[in-house]
């Protein structure tokens, strides 16, 4: 087996919050290595500590001590300026609520992201049409607003904006929660499609459909890895890898 490259690692990352001066621990002295161009699943019961990890990571939210070493740098020593941008050019985010500007057409919104990292309109405004076509939506499309498109077109569009300056990892955190079974099904098929291409992925999910999509899924009970299953990259109607996943869950206690 070929080692892998680390993208990000931490260090005995604790994460808590106080609430009238109880200390509440979400992550205890956890340790962890992403790796890239692995399609890593994050999943355990609610209040586990899923989302909190992944935006420890990321660098949307620091960790109460510890490290996060993401591409070799330690961005939990970083300042606010200097995370913004370290975020901007290294990650992209998909979120279940779609957070783009209703009145701009779905190609201005991917431009916009885009934009922000590099300053060469025509080579971004071509890596968002390729993007567009990847996951299926046409220009007629891309040119409305976003409140002019269904809410699966819309999720489809986030991911483009998510890809757009081509970051070292996308951060998926419950992409499909608030979709139906098709819309999901076309967002997971562009997630992996990415992932096939390449691209590091981090999703968090409760489902287990989404979940199948990765080839590393991590279980995290009280704020603490116990469990965690390697998968080979997805194929479609394997049912190996579902009974694999399944039991790895029921172990799990999910």
Same mark, same amino acid.
């Given at each position: 087996? =070929?080692?892998? %490259?680390?993208?990000?690692?931490?260090?005995?990352?604790?994460?808590? /919050?106080?609430?009238?001066?109880?200390?509440?621990?979400?992550?205890? %002295?956890? #340790?962890?290595?992403?790796?890239?161009? #692995? /399609?890593?699943?994050?999943?355990?019961?609610?209040?586990?500590?899923?989302?909190?990890?992944?935006?420890?990571?990321?660098?949307?939210?620091?960790?109460?001590?510890?490290?996060?070493?993401?591409?070799? /740098?330690?961005?939990?020593?970083?300042? #606010? #300026?200097? &995370?913004?941008? /370290?975020?901007?050019? =290294?990650?992209?985010?998909?979120?279940?609520?779609?957070y783009m500007l209703e009145k701009m057409s779905l190609m201005?919104?991917? &431009?916009?992201?885009?934009? &922000?990292?590099?300053?060469?309109?025509?080579?971004?405004?071509q890596n968002a049409k390729e993007l567009f076509k990847k996951?299926?939506?046409?220009?007629?499309?891309?040119?409305?607003?976003?409140?002019?498109?269904?809410?699966?077109?819309?999720?489809?569009?986030?991911?483009?904006?998510?890809?757009?300056?081509?970051?070292?990892?996308?951060?998926a955190d419950e992409p499909t929660g608030a979709l139906n079974?098709?819309?999901?099904?076309?967002?997971?098929?562009?997630?992996?499609?990415?992932?096939?291409?390449?691209?590091?992925?981090?999703?968090?999910?409760?489902?287990?459909?989404?979940?199948?999509?990765?080839?590393?899924?991590?279980?995290?009970?009280?704020?603490?890895?116990?469990?965690?299953? =390697?998968?080979?990259?997805?194929?479609?109607?394997?049912?190996?890898?579902?009974?694999? &996943?399944?039991?790895?869950?029921?172990?799990?206690?999910?």
């Amino acid at each position: 087996m =070929n080692k892998k %490259d680390v993208i990000i690692q931490t260090k005995k990352l604790c994460k808590s /919050f106080k609430n009238d001066k109880i200390e509440q621990v979400i992550i205890k %002295d956890l #340790d962890l290595k992403i790796y890239k161009n #692995d /399609f890593t699943i994050i999943m355990g019961s609610s209040g586990a500590g899923k989302s909190t990890l992944m935006y420890s990571l990321s660098g949307m939210d620091k960790p109460t001590s510890g490290n996060v070493i993401f591409a070799d /740098f330690d961005i939990t020593k970083m300042k #606010d #300026d200097k &995370l913004a941008i /370290f975020r901007r050019k =290294n990650c992209g985010f998909v979120f279940q609520q779609i957070y783009m500007l209703e009145k701009m057409s779905l190609m201005d919104n991917a &431009l916009t992201a885009g934009l &922000l990292v590099d300053n060469n309109k025509k080579k971004i405004i071509q890596n968002a049409k390729e993007l567009f076509k990847k996951v299926n939506i046409p220009e007629e499309t891309y040119k409305k607003s976003v409140n002019q498109v269904s809410g699966g077109e819309a999720s489809r569009a986030g991911i483009v904006r998510a890809a757009i300056n081509k970051p070292s990892v996308i951060f998926a955190d419950e992409p499909t929660g608030a979709l139906n079974s098709q819309n999901s099904k076309a967002v997971l098929d562009v997630l992996t499609d990415l992932n096939n291409d390449g691209q590091t992925i981090i999703m968090v999910t409760h489902d287990k459909k989404s979940a199948l999509r990765g080839n590393r899924i991590i279980y995290l009970k009280d704020g603490k890895i116990c469990g965690e299953c =390697n998968l080979e990259k997805y194929k479609v109607d394997d049912k190996e890898r579902t009974e694999k &996943l399944e039991h790895f869950l029921l172990e799990m206690g999910w």
